[in-house]
């Protein structure tokens, strides 16, 4: 069992930067690791995903903004948000898969944490 611990969330302007991390649990590691976002009204949609030994994925709206990237020694997975903008508010949710290749799928994610809060104001 893996529980996926999230924290970083707050509240920015929107031009502003936020750095939200995950840190799973109950397993020393997990290779396939991305965060998903649901804003409220809406489905829950993938934002950035990673794997291990190496390979990254982004949805086109955040490509070039935010990036995801792990520490294998604190076994924690972190998602940069630069240039952030107010349809970037949202939950975000970090979660993590067995598989060996980055994902955009949420079906190849087993393991889902709570979500932490993101609000970006114009």
């Known amino acids: 069992q893996v529980q996926l611990l999230e924290s970083g969330g707050g509240l920015v302007q929107a031009g502003g930067s936020l750095r939200v991390s995950c840190s799973p649990s109950g397993r020393?590691?997990?290779?396939r690791m991305g965060w998903f976002r649901q804003a409220p009204g809406k489905e829950r949609e993938f934002v950035a995903g990673i794997a291990w030994p190496g390979g990254t994925t982004y949805a086109d709206s955040v490509r070039g903004r935010f990036t995801i990237?792990?520490?294998?020694?604190?076994?924690t997975v972190y998602l940069q948000m630069n240039s952030l903008k107010p349809e970037d508010t949202a939950v975000y949710y970090c979660a993590a898969g067995l598989g060996v290749e980055v994902s955009n799928h949420r079906n190849d994610y087993t393991y889902w944490g709570q979500g932490t809060q993101v609000t970006v104001s114009s």
């Open 28 to 31: 020393t590691f997990t290779n």
């Open 69 to 75: 990237s792990r520490d294998s020694a604190k076994n």
